[in-house]
Protein backbone atom coordinates (compact mmCIF):
# COMPACT_ATOMS: atom_id res chain seq x y z
CA UNK A 1 0.00 0.00 0.00
CA UNK A 2 2.88 2.24 1.04
CA UNK A 3 5.42 3.15 -1.40
CA UNK A 4 9.18 2.89 -0.32
CA UNK A 5 10.23 6.28 0.94
CA UNK A 6 13.44 7.17 2.21
CA UNK A 7 17.75 7.73 1.70
CA UNK A 8 20.34 5.81 3.08
CA UNK A 9 22.25 8.72 4.60
CA UNK A 10 21.16 11.29 7.44
CA UNK A 11 22.82 14.62 9.01
CA UNK A 12 21.66 16.02 11.91
CA UNK A 13 23.80 19.15 12.47
CA UNK A 14 22.48 20.36 15.60
CA UNK A 15 22.80 18.36 18.95
CA UNK A 16 22.44 19.72 22.90
CA UNK A 17 20.93 17.39 25.54
CA UNK A 18 19.94 19.97 28.23
CA UNK A 19 22.04 19.31 31.63
CA UNK A 20 19.06 20.38 33.47
CA UNK A 21 15.21 18.90 33.81
CA UNK A 22 12.18 20.45 35.34
CA UNK A 23 10.42 17.80 37.43
CA UNK A 24 10.34 13.48 37.95
CA UNK A 25 8.44 12.37 34.69
CA UNK A 26 11.09 10.55 32.84
CA UNK A 27 8.73 11.74 29.48
CA UNK A 28 9.52 15.14 30.55
CA UNK A 29 13.27 15.18 30.93
CA UNK A 30 15.32 17.13 28.71
CA UNK A 31 16.34 14.73 25.93
CA UNK A 32 16.81 14.90 22.04
CA UNK A 33 15.57 11.83 19.55
CA UNK A 34 16.54 10.80 16.09
CA UNK A 35 12.90 8.82 14.93
CA UNK A 36 13.84 6.81 12.31
CA UNK A 37 11.15 5.40 9.88
CA UNK A 38 11.12 2.32 7.87
CA UNK A 39 8.73 1.89 5.61
CA UNK A 40 10.70 -1.13 3.61
CA UNK A 41 10.10 -4.88 4.10
CA UNK A 42 13.89 -5.38 5.36
CA UNK A 43 14.76 -4.30 8.93
CA UNK A 44 17.06 -1.07 8.60
CA UNK A 45 20.50 -1.59 10.93
CA UNK A 46 21.69 1.62 11.65
CA UNK A 47 25.20 3.05 12.35
CA UNK A 48 24.37 6.70 14.39
CA UNK A 49 27.97 8.54 14.62
CA UNK A 50 28.26 11.59 17.01
CA UNK A 51 30.42 14.30 16.55
CA UNK A 52 31.82 16.85 18.82
CA UNK A 53 33.31 20.33 18.59
CA UNK A 54 37.17 19.21 19.76
CA UNK A 55 37.73 15.68 19.75
CA UNK A 56 37.02 12.24 17.37
CA UNK A 57 33.91 11.24 16.50
CA UNK A 58 32.33 8.43 18.49
CA UNK A 59 30.20 5.34 16.87
CA UNK A 60 28.76 3.55 15.47
CA UNK A 61 26.50 3.32 17.98
CA UNK A 62 24.73 0.16 16.30
CA UNK A 63 20.31 0.25 16.36
CA UNK A 64 18.28 -1.30 14.68
CA UNK A 65 14.35 -0.28 13.13
CA UNK A 66 12.60 -3.61 12.22
CA UNK A 67 10.55 -3.60 8.94
CA UNK A 68 7.22 -1.57 8.68
CA UNK A 69 7.97 0.15 12.02
CA UNK A 70 9.49 3.24 13.44
CA UNK A 71 11.65 3.95 16.43
CA UNK A 72 12.49 6.79 18.06
CA UNK A 73 15.74 6.63 19.97
CA UNK A 74 16.63 9.12 22.70
CA UNK A 75 20.19 10.43 22.66
CA UNK A 76 20.49 10.66 26.41
CA UNK A 77 20.05 6.91 26.47
CA UNK A 78 23.05 5.73 24.22
CA UNK A 79 25.38 3.95 26.00
CA UNK A 80 27.57 1.87 23.74
CA UNK A 81 30.42 2.74 22.72
CA UNK A 82 29.68 5.50 25.51
CA UNK A 83 27.42 7.90 26.65
CA UNK A 84 26.56 10.85 25.11
CA UNK A 85 27.57 14.36 27.55
CA UNK A 86 25.17 16.53 28.62
CA UNK A 87 25.27 20.22 28.54
CA UNK A 88 27.86 19.83 25.16
CA UNK A 89 27.25 20.49 21.73
CA UNK A 90 27.22 17.64 19.70
CA UNK A 91 26.21 16.70 15.63
CA UNK A 92 24.99 13.08 14.35
CA UNK A 93 24.65 11.31 11.35
CA UNK A 94 22.79 7.90 10.74
CA UNK A 95 23.46 5.38 8.27
CA UNK A 96 21.42 2.56 7.45
CA UNK A 97 21.52 -0.44 4.87
CA UNK A 98 17.79 0.39 3.46
CA UNK A 99 16.14 3.41 2.93
CA UNK A 100 14.86 5.07 6.04
CA UNK A 101 13.50 8.87 7.32
CA UNK A 102 14.53 10.51 10.13
CA UNK A 103 13.26 13.23 12.06
CA UNK A 104 15.26 15.18 15.08
CA UNK A 105 12.98 16.62 18.07
CA UNK A 106 14.27 18.22 21.12
CA UNK A 107 12.54 18.43 24.72
CA UNK A 108 13.78 20.98 26.54
CA UNK A 109 12.67 21.22 30.43
CA UNK A 110 15.59 23.25 31.82
CA UNK A 111 12.10 25.54 32.82
CA UNK A 112 9.16 25.05 34.57
CA UNK A 113 7.18 25.23 30.80
CA UNK A 114 8.66 22.65 27.59
CA UNK A 115 10.11 24.08 24.88
CA UNK A 116 10.13 21.57 21.91
CA UNK A 117 12.39 21.93 18.14
CA UNK A 118 11.64 19.35 15.32
CA UNK A 119 13.09 19.05 11.93
CA UNK A 120 13.09 16.61 9.22
CA UNK A 121 17.42 15.64 9.15
CA UNK A 122 19.55 16.09 6.00
CA UNK A 123 19.39 13.63 3.36
CA UNK A 124 21.80 12.32 1.06
CA UNK A 125 22.74 9.19 -0.67
CA UNK B 1 -1.55 32.15 -11.34
CA UNK B 2 -0.25 29.85 -9.33
CA UNK B 3 2.35 26.70 -10.11
CA UNK B 4 2.07 23.62 -9.37
CA UNK B 5 3.67 22.49 -6.27
CA UNK B 6 4.56 19.02 -4.78
CA UNK B 7 4.57 15.57 -4.51
CA UNK B 8 2.59 12.50 -4.08
CA UNK B 9 4.29 10.82 -1.35
CA UNK B 10 5.34 12.19 1.99
CA UNK B 11 6.67 10.96 5.53
CA UNK B 12 6.84 11.89 8.83
CA UNK B 13 8.98 10.05 11.47
CA UNK B 14 8.35 12.13 14.77
CA UNK B 15 4.82 11.37 15.80
CA UNK B 16 3.41 11.81 19.63
CA UNK B 17 0.37 13.22 20.86
CA UNK B 18 0.66 14.12 24.40
CA UNK B 19 -1.67 11.98 26.88
CA UNK B 20 -2.47 15.68 28.98
CA UNK B 21 -3.53 18.82 28.31
CA UNK B 22 -4.05 22.12 30.24
CA UNK B 23 -7.27 23.84 30.09
CA UNK B 24 -10.55 23.17 27.79
CA UNK B 25 -9.75 25.18 24.98
CA UNK B 26 -10.20 22.74 22.54
CA UNK B 27 -7.45 24.41 19.69
CA UNK B 28 -5.34 24.12 23.41
CA UNK B 29 -5.67 20.37 23.70
CA UNK B 30 -2.19 18.44 23.16
CA UNK B 31 -2.39 17.59 19.32
CA UNK B 32 -0.20 16.68 16.25
CA UNK B 33 -1.64 17.61 12.78
CA UNK B 34 -0.47 16.76 9.15
CA UNK B 35 -1.52 19.92 6.88
CA UNK B 36 -1.78 19.35 3.37
CA UNK B 37 -1.76 21.92 0.70
CA UNK B 38 -3.44 21.01 -2.34
CA UNK B 39 -2.54 23.70 -5.61
CA UNK B 40 -3.98 21.34 -8.35
CA UNK B 41 -7.40 21.72 -10.29
CA UNK B 42 -8.38 17.63 -8.98
CA UNK B 43 -9.37 17.04 -5.51
CA UNK B 44 -6.64 15.16 -3.66
CA UNK B 45 -7.32 11.49 -2.46
CA UNK B 46 -5.24 11.02 0.62
CA UNK B 47 -4.27 7.61 2.13
CA UNK B 48 -2.71 7.87 5.43
CA UNK B 49 -0.60 5.07 7.18
CA UNK B 50 0.40 4.86 10.82
CA UNK B 51 3.34 3.35 11.88
CA UNK B 52 4.39 2.06 15.62
CA UNK B 53 7.51 0.47 17.11
CA UNK B 54 6.58 -3.16 18.17
CA UNK B 55 2.90 -4.12 16.22
CA UNK B 56 1.79 -3.61 12.31
CA UNK B 57 1.30 -0.12 10.30
CA UNK B 58 -2.65 0.71 10.93
CA UNK B 59 -4.04 2.00 7.60
CA UNK B 60 -4.92 3.71 5.40
CA UNK B 61 -6.79 6.30 6.91
CA UNK B 62 -8.51 8.17 3.91
CA UNK B 63 -8.39 11.83 3.51
CA UNK B 64 -9.41 14.21 0.86
CA UNK B 65 -8.23 17.65 0.23
CA UNK B 66 -10.75 19.35 -2.24
CA UNK B 67 -8.96 21.14 -5.45
CA UNK B 68 -7.38 24.54 -4.53
CA UNK B 69 -8.17 24.16 -0.85
CA UNK B 70 -5.43 23.16 2.35
CA UNK B 71 -7.32 20.87 5.24
CA UNK B 72 -5.55 20.76 8.55
CA UNK B 73 -5.83 16.77 9.95
CA UNK B 74 -5.29 16.46 13.74
CA UNK B 75 -3.92 12.75 14.42
CA UNK B 76 -6.11 12.54 17.33
CA UNK B 77 -9.11 13.10 15.61
CA UNK B 78 -8.70 9.71 13.53
CA UNK B 79 -11.29 6.95 13.76
CA UNK B 80 -11.39 4.68 11.05
CA UNK B 81 -9.92 2.02 10.79
CA UNK B 82 -8.97 3.00 14.71
CA UNK B 83 -8.10 5.87 16.69
CA UNK B 84 -4.23 6.58 17.48
CA UNK B 85 -3.19 6.45 20.97
CA UNK B 86 -1.84 9.04 22.71
CA UNK B 87 1.30 8.92 25.09
CA UNK B 88 2.90 6.43 22.21
CA UNK B 89 4.96 6.86 19.54
CA UNK B 90 4.38 6.70 15.86
CA UNK B 91 5.23 7.57 12.39
CA UNK B 92 3.01 8.48 9.15
CA UNK B 93 3.12 8.48 5.64
CA UNK B 94 0.79 10.31 3.27
CA UNK B 95 -0.09 8.72 -0.50
CA UNK B 96 -1.70 11.40 -2.36
CA UNK B 97 -3.13 10.88 -5.98
CA UNK B 98 -2.43 14.52 -7.29
CA UNK B 99 1.02 16.37 -5.80
CA UNK B 100 0.55 18.13 -2.31
CA UNK B 101 2.57 19.31 0.06
CA UNK B 102 2.65 18.30 3.41
CA UNK B 103 3.65 20.11 7.09
CA UNK B 104 3.92 18.30 10.39
CA UNK B 105 2.92 20.89 13.36
CA UNK B 106 2.50 20.00 17.10
CA UNK B 107 0.79 21.59 20.00
CA UNK B 108 2.18 20.46 23.49
CA UNK B 109 0.32 21.65 25.86
CA UNK B 110 0.52 19.44 29.03
CA UNK B 111 2.02 22.34 30.75
CA UNK B 112 0.55 25.87 32.00
CA UNK B 113 2.29 27.07 28.30
CA UNK B 114 2.15 25.90 25.46
CA UNK B 115 5.40 23.99 22.84
CA UNK B 116 5.42 23.75 19.24
CA UNK B 117 7.20 22.40 16.76
CA UNK B 118 6.78 21.99 12.92
CA UNK B 119 8.68 21.00 9.62
CA UNK B 120 7.79 20.11 6.38
CA UNK B 121 7.59 16.78 5.98
CA UNK B 122 10.05 14.60 3.78
CA UNK B 123 8.94 14.26 0.23
CA UNK B 124 9.34 11.09 -2.17
CA UNK B 125 7.84 10.52 -5.55
CA UNK C 1 31.00 36.78 -2.91
CA UNK C 2 27.94 34.99 -2.43
CA UNK C 3 26.58 32.30 -4.72
CA UNK C 4 22.88 32.81 -6.22
CA UNK C 5 20.46 30.76 -4.24
CA UNK C 6 16.89 29.99 -4.09
CA UNK C 7 13.91 28.42 -5.99
CA UNK C 8 10.96 30.94 -7.92
CA UNK C 9 8.41 28.63 -6.03
CA UNK C 10 7.56 27.88 -2.57
CA UNK C 11 4.81 26.45 -0.46
CA UNK C 12 3.52 26.57 2.96
CA UNK C 13 1.07 24.48 4.21
CA UNK C 14 0.21 25.24 7.77
CA UNK C 15 -0.95 28.49 8.49
CA UNK C 16 -2.87 29.35 11.74
CA UNK C 17 -2.64 33.00 13.08
CA UNK C 18 -3.90 32.74 16.78
CA UNK C 19 -6.45 35.40 17.69
CA UNK C 20 -5.08 35.91 20.94
CA UNK C 21 -2.27 37.45 22.47
CA UNK C 22 -0.92 38.31 25.78
CA UNK C 23 0.75 41.62 26.17
CA UNK C 24 0.90 45.21 24.28
CA UNK C 25 4.25 44.48 22.93
CA UNK C 26 3.20 44.33 18.82
CA UNK C 27 6.99 42.28 18.47
CA UNK C 28 5.22 40.08 20.87
CA UNK C 29 1.68 40.09 19.42
CA UNK C 30 0.57 36.42 18.11
CA UNK C 31 2.04 35.99 14.79
CA UNK C 32 3.21 34.02 11.72
CA UNK C 33 5.83 35.20 9.15
CA UNK C 34 7.27 34.14 5.53
CA UNK C 35 11.11 35.40 5.60
CA UNK C 36 12.16 35.65 1.92
CA UNK C 37 16.23 36.57 1.04
CA UNK C 38 16.89 37.15 -2.07
CA UNK C 39 20.43 36.88 -2.63
CA UNK C 40 19.96 37.79 -6.25
CA UNK C 41 21.08 41.23 -7.61
CA UNK C 42 17.82 41.79 -9.13
CA UNK C 43 14.35 43.03 -7.21
CA UNK C 44 12.20 39.91 -6.84
CA UNK C 45 8.48 40.59 -7.17
CA UNK C 46 6.37 38.47 -5.60
CA UNK C 47 2.87 37.09 -5.82
CA UNK C 48 1.59 35.20 -2.34
CA UNK C 49 -1.68 33.50 -2.70
CA UNK C 50 -3.34 31.99 0.67
CA UNK C 51 -5.23 28.84 0.20
CA UNK C 52 -8.45 27.94 2.64
CA UNK C 53 -10.35 25.07 3.82
CA UNK C 54 -13.67 25.98 2.42
CA UNK C 55 -13.38 28.60 -0.31
CA UNK C 56 -11.41 29.98 -3.05
CA UNK C 57 -7.57 31.24 -2.83
CA UNK C 58 -6.97 34.54 -2.15
CA UNK C 59 -4.13 36.82 -3.86
CA UNK C 60 -2.21 37.76 -5.04
CA UNK C 61 -0.38 39.54 -2.07
CA UNK C 62 2.39 41.59 -4.32
CA UNK C 63 5.36 42.35 -2.64
CA UNK C 64 8.70 42.75 -3.82
CA UNK C 65 12.31 42.44 -2.13
CA UNK C 66 15.43 44.36 -3.37
CA UNK C 67 18.17 42.82 -4.47
CA UNK C 68 20.61 41.63 -1.78
CA UNK C 69 17.91 42.14 0.73
CA UNK C 70 15.83 40.05 3.42
CA UNK C 71 12.23 40.94 3.61
CA UNK C 72 9.90 39.31 6.57
CA UNK C 73 6.14 39.45 5.88
CA UNK C 74 3.45 38.83 8.49
CA UNK C 75 0.52 37.85 7.29
CA UNK C 76 -1.40 39.39 9.90
CA UNK C 77 -0.40 42.50 8.57
CA UNK C 78 -1.86 41.50 4.90
CA UNK C 79 -4.27 43.84 3.41
CA UNK C 80 -4.56 43.97 -0.09
CA UNK C 81 -6.65 42.09 -1.86
CA UNK C 82 -8.29 41.26 1.85
CA UNK C 83 -6.86 40.35 5.68
CA UNK C 84 -6.26 36.91 6.03
CA UNK C 85 -8.41 36.22 9.36
CA UNK C 86 -7.31 34.86 12.91
CA UNK C 87 -8.07 31.68 13.80
CA UNK C 88 -8.95 29.73 11.22
CA UNK C 89 -6.47 27.27 9.08
CA UNK C 90 -5.04 28.81 5.71
CA UNK C 91 -2.08 27.74 3.74
CA UNK C 92 0.10 30.03 1.32
CA UNK C 93 2.50 29.75 -1.92
CA UNK C 94 5.23 32.35 -3.01
CA UNK C 95 5.97 32.46 -6.49
CA UNK C 96 9.12 35.38 -7.18
CA UNK C 97 10.07 36.07 -10.76
CA UNK C 98 14.16 35.36 -9.04
CA UNK C 99 15.21 32.86 -7.27
CA UNK C 100 14.59 33.66 -3.58
CA UNK C 101 14.48 31.45 -0.25
CA UNK C 102 11.59 31.28 1.84
CA UNK C 103 10.98 30.50 5.98
CA UNK C 104 7.98 30.22 8.00
CA UNK C 105 8.16 30.95 11.45
CA UNK C 106 5.32 31.67 13.92
CA UNK C 107 5.07 33.18 17.10
CA UNK C 108 2.18 31.96 19.42
CA UNK C 109 1.69 34.70 22.01
CA UNK C 110 -1.47 33.26 23.43
CA UNK C 111 -0.40 32.43 26.82
CA UNK C 112 1.68 34.30 29.49
CA UNK C 113 4.81 32.27 27.72
CA UNK C 114 5.57 31.94 24.19
CA UNK C 115 6.08 29.01 21.66
CA UNK C 116 7.73 28.77 18.37
CA UNK C 117 7.84 27.03 15.16
CA UNK C 118 9.88 27.92 12.49
CA UNK C 119 10.52 25.55 9.06
CA UNK C 120 11.91 26.13 5.83
CA UNK C 121 9.23 26.15 3.08
CA UNK C 122 8.58 23.50 0.80
CA UNK C 123 10.65 24.68 -2.70
CA UNK C 124 9.77 23.83 -6.19
CA UNK C 125 10.62 25.37 -9.89
CA UNK D 1 32.56 4.53 8.52
CA UNK D 2 30.79 7.92 7.81
CA UNK D 3 29.67 9.00 3.71
CA UNK D 4 30.29 12.34 2.81
CA UNK D 5 27.63 14.39 3.14
CA UNK D 6 26.16 17.69 2.20
CA UNK D 7 26.41 20.66 0.56
CA UNK D 8 28.96 23.88 -0.13
CA UNK D 9 25.92 26.91 -0.05
CA UNK D 10 23.30 27.36 2.88
CA UNK D 11 20.67 29.59 2.92
CA UNK D 12 18.63 30.95 6.45
CA UNK D 13 16.05 33.20 5.54
CA UNK D 14 14.63 33.56 8.97
CA UNK D 15 17.12 35.97 11.77
CA UNK D 16 16.24 37.80 14.90
CA UNK D 17 18.00 38.19 17.56
CA UNK D 18 15.78 39.01 20.58
CA UNK D 19 17.04 41.93 22.40
CA UNK D 20 15.90 41.17 26.02
CA UNK D 21 16.61 37.90 28.17
CA UNK D 22 15.48 36.27 31.22
CA UNK D 23 17.89 35.39 33.67
CA UNK D 24 22.03 35.56 34.13
CA UNK D 25 22.66 32.07 32.76
CA UNK D 26 24.64 32.58 29.16
CA UNK D 27 23.20 29.22 27.87
CA UNK D 28 19.79 30.49 28.61
CA UNK D 29 20.50 34.10 26.70
CA UNK D 30 18.09 34.70 23.73
CA UNK D 31 20.51 33.85 21.10
CA UNK D 32 20.81 32.19 17.23
CA UNK D 33 23.27 29.78 16.14
CA UNK D 34 23.75 28.03 13.02
CA UNK D 35 25.00 24.47 13.96
CA UNK D 36 27.66 23.19 11.01
CA UNK D 37 28.85 19.76 10.65
CA UNK D 38 31.67 19.03 8.44
CA UNK D 39 32.16 15.30 7.91
CA UNK D 40 34.79 15.30 5.29
CA UNK D 41 38.53 15.03 6.11
CA UNK D 42 39.62 18.38 5.40
CA UNK D 43 38.70 21.73 7.31
CA UNK D 44 35.78 23.73 5.85
CA UNK D 45 36.41 27.32 5.24
CA UNK D 46 33.77 29.21 6.00
CA UNK D 47 32.42 32.80 5.09
CA UNK D 48 28.73 33.75 6.46
CA UNK D 49 27.31 37.00 4.69
CA UNK D 50 24.29 38.65 6.74
CA UNK D 51 21.42 39.91 4.62
CA UNK D 52 19.42 43.11 6.28
CA UNK D 53 15.96 44.60 5.27
CA UNK D 54 17.28 47.93 3.87
CA UNK D 55 20.84 47.99 3.75
CA UNK D 56 23.82 46.94 1.79
CA UNK D 57 25.01 43.01 2.77
CA UNK D 58 27.69 42.55 5.64
CA UNK D 59 30.42 40.10 5.35
CA UNK D 60 32.32 37.62 4.90
CA UNK D 61 32.29 36.65 8.77
CA UNK D 62 35.23 34.16 8.71
CA UNK D 63 34.38 30.66 10.27
CA UNK D 64 36.03 27.01 10.41
CA UNK D 65 34.89 23.82 11.28
CA UNK D 66 37.87 20.95 11.41
CA UNK D 67 37.59 17.97 9.73
CA UNK D 68 35.54 15.47 10.93
CA UNK D 69 34.14 17.54 13.80
CA UNK D 70 30.60 20.00 14.41
CA UNK D 71 30.69 23.84 15.45
CA UNK D 72 28.00 25.77 16.44
CA UNK D 73 28.21 29.40 16.27
CA UNK D 74 26.29 32.06 17.77
CA UNK D 75 25.09 35.18 15.78
CA UNK D 76 25.11 37.02 18.66
CA UNK D 77 29.15 36.54 19.32
CA UNK D 78 29.92 37.73 15.83
CA UNK D 79 32.47 40.60 15.90
CA UNK D 80 34.09 40.27 12.61
CA UNK D 81 33.44 42.62 10.48
CA UNK D 82 30.75 44.10 12.64
CA UNK D 83 28.09 42.54 15.48
CA UNK D 84 24.94 41.76 14.11
CA UNK D 85 22.07 44.29 15.95
CA UNK D 86 19.53 42.72 18.63
CA UNK D 87 15.86 43.07 17.79
CA UNK D 88 16.19 43.40 13.89
CA UNK D 89 15.25 40.95 10.74
CA UNK D 90 18.24 39.20 9.45
CA UNK D 91 19.31 36.57 7.16
CA UNK D 92 22.19 34.42 6.50
CA UNK D 93 24.22 32.49 3.79
CA UNK D 94 26.97 30.56 4.73
CA UNK D 95 29.69 29.44 2.04
CA UNK D 96 31.75 26.19 2.21
CA UNK D 97 35.16 24.87 0.49
CA UNK D 98 33.67 21.62 1.12
CA UNK D 99 30.90 19.84 1.71
CA UNK D 100 28.96 20.63 5.32
CA UNK D 101 25.37 20.31 6.51
CA UNK D 102 23.90 23.60 8.16
CA UNK D 103 20.99 23.68 11.17
CA UNK D 104 19.05 27.37 12.52
CA UNK D 105 18.17 27.36 15.81
CA UNK D 106 16.64 30.00 17.99
CA UNK D 107 16.17 29.90 21.72
CA UNK D 108 14.05 33.04 22.94
CA UNK D 109 13.95 33.97 26.48
CA UNK D 110 12.48 36.84 26.34
CA UNK D 111 9.87 36.00 29.21
CA UNK D 112 10.01 33.67 32.07
CA UNK D 113 9.95 30.21 29.85
CA UNK D 114 12.47 29.82 27.01
CA UNK D 115 10.97 29.17 23.34
CA UNK D 116 12.82 27.17 20.70
CA UNK D 117 12.42 26.96 16.73
CA UNK D 118 15.34 24.73 14.48
CA UNK D 119 15.32 23.98 10.80
CA UNK D 120 17.50 22.16 8.55
CA UNK D 121 18.96 25.14 6.36
CA UNK D 122 18.33 25.48 2.83
CA UNK D 123 21.34 23.75 1.05
CA UNK D 124 21.96 24.58 -2.75
CA UNK D 125 25.05 23.79 -4.85
Chains 1, 2, 3, 4 share one sequence.
Not at 97 to 122: K, Y
Amino acid sequence: MTQLIGKRSWAIPEGYIPAESTGDDPALESHETVCVLNTTDEDANLEITVYFPDREPVGPYEKSVPASRTRHFRFDAFEEPEPIPRGEPYASTVQSDVPVVCQHTRLDSRQAENALLSTIAFPDG
